[in-house]
């Protein structure tokens, strides 16, 4: 049997309100619970926290502690009675442990009564607890004495809740706080229980009337929506989805732009509808532009492309690449390497021969990464190198490289610098230290260790800055290696960082002289800590070893 469309429309329509009511009561059902349950235990944590403070002005706390019952014992029971009066709670109430491992030790401290729950008693001793009565059996659960033991063991003095149930009590949600004596000891627990039974209750009347509420709204609702969809609603959608089927179909055939051609929908409401026959149309406008400008867009980002790598590679040029880079000169061996995080990086290294007897080495990293960075490391070592062939030394050479790099740095760029030149007949050197990581020196007959010594500030950081110079020696066999933060600053996937422990492990692996295996093995090392994780800076390297000079000692 075939039904028409205004049927379908009905039997859908009434399915889909059902469905949604449904839906709407269960989120409203879980909202108003939340609800319900936040604003009892709001008066619970306060009906808790100011009980506790009727423990610390009455002492119950050293009460406690000396297991003995003070004058002020029952002005205190008084106070918490008012509370408890004035309180949505089911019971406020004290215990402490006689022996925190042993919860069969639980013992009251003292109790709560509101003016109904004492009426019917002359004798109040028959309706109350005293300090050192033992709790009843079951009357807290496992998972509740450990809430109180941990709070006391760690001296918690937070309010903490915890939803339980026993035989004695039922369900119930309980929130509690430490009480401790004059000497700060936690000694007790002073807590509040609500009574999730009449939370149900609650959410039990919430039901009915929401119910009967959303029966009525849906019926409602029904009625005019199927009035009202045919003639506004149907015909539109289906005109929109005809043409825009069509429109699909043309862009699966791979037609050119041109003929990419969308029949917009005429609507005369002022309603979504409208907003939605415009949004169609435009956005079949919008592909319609795309497809036509994303030949020139691609040809764009091929040619960024392009000219990052030919960055990179002008980069690459302007570092000593080739190595041995003096073949002629047996004193000293030397390598270096530089991985940038980027296309381009912001470190550099250098190294030259100053004069026949003297070699330059320098290592930096500007801050920042990226192509502003690479620009800025242009600048720095061409100075720190211009200024070096003319002689100096290091601190000299730095303090005019940060003269010359204050000057328009707009973008407060700075860079740290490692720099020495070295006697190489004698293998005396002077180092310069802007900010840098600490060097690693190897002796001919011990181990890579850390050079530690005061740095003076980053280059580039205020303009007449006089940088501090430290003396050093190599021996025949000795062995120098600086590097850029990138190393012991190298990240895992677990945020854990390589750190220099793991680095000075490195170098030390193998006992060789060789520079380039030395940084290898260092490399190596960094990349199987980090992983896939990706790299986040720049890694910068360079080893150096001297052999010894006809002058060295």
Sequence with gaps: MKFNIKFKVALFTIFGMSILAIVIGAIGYVQYNDNVFESYLKYATLATETAGEVFDDYGIGDMVANRTIGDRYEEARLELNRIKEHADIKYLYGVYFEDINDFGSLCYVINAKSAAELAPYTDYSEVYSYLGEKCEDNAFSQEMMEGFKKKLETKDDTVGYLESYTTHYGRIVTCYKTIFDSKGDAVAIVATDIDLTKIDNDLHDYVLV??????????????????????????????????????????????????????????????????????????????????GNLQSVTAEKERIGAELNVATQIQADMLPRIFPPFPERTEFDLYASMTPAKEVGGDFYDFFLIDDDHVALVIADVSGKGVPAALFMVIAKTHIKNRAMMGGSPAEILSYANDQLCEGNEAEFFVTVWMAII?????????????????????????????????????????????????????????????????????????????????????????????????????????????DAPQFDDLTMLGFHYNGGKNAK
């Design 210 to 291: 929401a119910s009967f509420n959303a029966i009525l709204v849906v019926v409602m609702i029904i009625a005019i929506y199927i009035f009202f969809i045919n003639k506004n609603i149907t015909d539109p959608i289906e005109k929109m989805a005809k043409s825009t089927s069509e429109y699909v179909k043309l862009m699966d055939n791979n037609v050119p732009p041109e003929q990419l051609v969308f029949d917009k929908i005429r609507v005369k409401s002022q309603d979504e509808i409208k907003t939605l026959s415009k949004g169609i149309s435009s956005l079949a406008d919008s592909v319609k532009d795309y497809m």
């Design 423 to 531: 006697e190489i007949s004698t293998g005396k050197g002077v180092a310069a230290n802007a900010g840098h990581e600490h060097p690693v020196i190897k002796r001919a007959d011990g181990k890579y260790e850390l050079a530690i010594y005061k740095h003076s500030p980053a280059v580039a950081t205020m303009e007449g800055m006089i940088f501090k110079e430290h003396e050093f020696e190599l021996h025949p066999g000795d062995s120098l290696f600086v590097y850029t933060d990138g190393v012991p600053e190298a990240t895992n996937a677990d945020d854990v960082l390589y750190g220099t422990d793991r680095m000075l492990e490195a170098l030390n692996k193998e006992d060789v002289t060789d520079p380039k295996v030395i940084l290898n093995n260092v490399k190596k090392s960094v990349d199987e800590f980090v992983g």
